[in-house]
């Protein structure tokens, strides 16, 4: 079982990214899918967080410009950037809780870069 994610890159101050992030593999069922960030000479933060009947949950340092979605069907979890700041440059990190016949899983990606900077 693995996650991978994609979609990061540089954009300026107040541009917008779409973060993806697929899970594949020997999957039961996916609990929790989330994202968390780890900036320059700093710990990992959580960001956003989304249950598998879509209930959200975000850090108070990006509500209202960060939006998190999920597509069951595929496995996938989307983080919406929008308003982007210089704070918001980190390397981003997919979560999620798999199932599979084996066991269950607590599963992270190996981290998308988002660098903004003008």
């Known amino acids: 079982v693995q996650v991978v994610e994609s979609g990061g890159g540089l954009v300026q101050p107040g541009g917008s990214l779409r973060l993806s992030c697929a899970a594949s593999?020997?999957?039961?069922?996916?609990?929790?899918m989330g994202w968390y960030r780890r900036a320059p000479g700093k710990q990992r933060e959580f960001v956003a967080t989304?249950?598998?009947?879509?209930?959200?949950s975000y850090a108070d340092a990006v509500k209202g410009r960060f939006t998190i979605s999920r597509d069951n069907a595929k496995n996938t979890v989307y983080l919406q950037m929008n308003s982007l700041k210089a704070d918001d440059t980190a390397v981003y990190y997919c979560?999620?809780?798999?199932?599979?016949?084996?066991?269950?899983?607590?599963?992270w990606g190996q981290g998308t870069q988002v660098t903004v900077s003008s």
């Open positions: 979560n999620a809780d798999v199932s599979s016949t084996w066991g269950p899983y607590d599963c």
């Open positions: 989304i249950t598998s009947s879509g209930t959200a």
């Open positions: 593999g020997n999957i039961v069922s996916i609990g929790h």
